[in-house]
């Protein structure tokens, strides 16, 4: 196991240095929660209890664990087809779907609220349902058939999704949800129409943090790397200042701008998945699983063969089924490596799992104490993220 193996030479390599990733991943997590149209809490909570597991049971010393764009836009599709309330803010009718309303009259019942987080929950319960057996069945051969210009494919389709789902962020602009195979087209020609509408602020904000973003890691970053002890946090310092100029300017009051809201500090309460809900997501739930266990090993592998070592994709199914088993019952929904997050805190030194388990007890401190901090950050500046998702390519990271 990877912790035998830990010696004291590494400590400052597994517990200082990918701190650095702990800043990405926060930042990521409620980003990708936007992208699974469900609010930003709930990434935190993704990026605590399914890395506990993993960390213990899965064979990568490398992985970063926690929320993924292609996996968060495949939640999204369920979420939107199946939620009646997808946001969970509130059970009065008024927040229901027109047809959930008017069955609950025409049948003098009361209105079912299906919120997002519980369609959410249920996904990654019978993922990790469906991973657990079959990685005890040794179904890790199936890796032996999946091509590169697959996984490249998948992947450049999957960025154009995310994209797409995520220009109304930056702009500032509601779109309407779509479903469907002419989902893109719809969204766009509905994201055009309403242009005019843009909040010029939201705009403003977006395009400074990715300029930010993309100057650091480009020009300072990268070009210094050798020089410096850690990679200055960027992320860390666009949190830090947008949520500062957001709160003195007012900017939610004043100029109506979109900003992550309310995180109730504290951890979710244990709760058992509606499961009443998975007759109406078995090919989601498929898709799901078979995916996000590709995107695991293809990049545990790249990373094993960087550094000489092997990895078990039997053994990774087992883990990251167990991972989605345990975290659906803590308000999580599905996810699996972060690729980005992953070659992040192999760069910086995380060379076991506890990198994991530090950032856990990371986001465990900002989800107990200092979330609250962070209700005027302002939505846009999650767009950084996601034009970039073609971190999921995996051919191009080899």
Known sequence: MWCMSLTVCQCDSVIVRPCDSVIMR?????????????PPVYGLYVSIFPV??????????????????????????VVNRLATDPSGASTLPGHMSSDNVTDSIINGTDPVVITGIQVATCMALFIGILQI????????FITAYLSESLIRAFTTGAAMHVVTSQIKHL?????????????LPYTWIDFFSKLMTTNWVALVLGVATIVFLVVMRECVNDKYKSKMFMPIPA????????????????????????VVGEIRPGLPQPSVPDVSLFPDMIGDVIAVAIISWVFN???????????????????EMIALGAAHVFSSF????????????????????????????????????????LGPLLYDLPNSVF?????????????AVQ
């Open 133 to 140: 057996p079959l990685g005890f069945l040794r179904f890790g």
């Open 383 to 395: 767009g950084w993220n996601h034009p970039s998702v073609s971190e999921g390519n995996v051919p």
């Open 171 to 183: 702009f500032g602009v509601s779109v309407s949800s779509y479903t469907g195979v002419l989902r």
């Open 330 to 369: 803590f308000s999580c929904f599905p996810g699996t490596n972060a690729l980005a997050r992953s070659l992040i805190q192999e760069s910086v030194g995380g060379v076991t799992q506890i990198a994991g388990l530090v950032s856990c007890v990371i986001v465990i401190i900002v989800s107990l104490w």
């Open 52 to 77: 506990l597991i993993y960390s213990f049971l899965g064979s990568s010393r490398y992985l970063s664990n926690g929320t993924f764009a292609v996996i968060s836009l495949m939640v999204a599709n």
């Open 297 to 315: 090993v293809g990049m545990a592998e790249i990373l094993a063969r960087k550094r000489d070592q092997e990895i078990d994709a039997d053994q």
């Open 26 to 38: 926060q930042c990521d997590s409620m980003g990708f929660s936007l992208l699974a149209n469900l």
């Open 235 to 258: 992320e860390l310092v666009v949190v830090v200042v947008m949520t500062g100029i957001s709160y003195g300017a007012k900017l939610e009051k004043d100029w109506n701008l979109t």
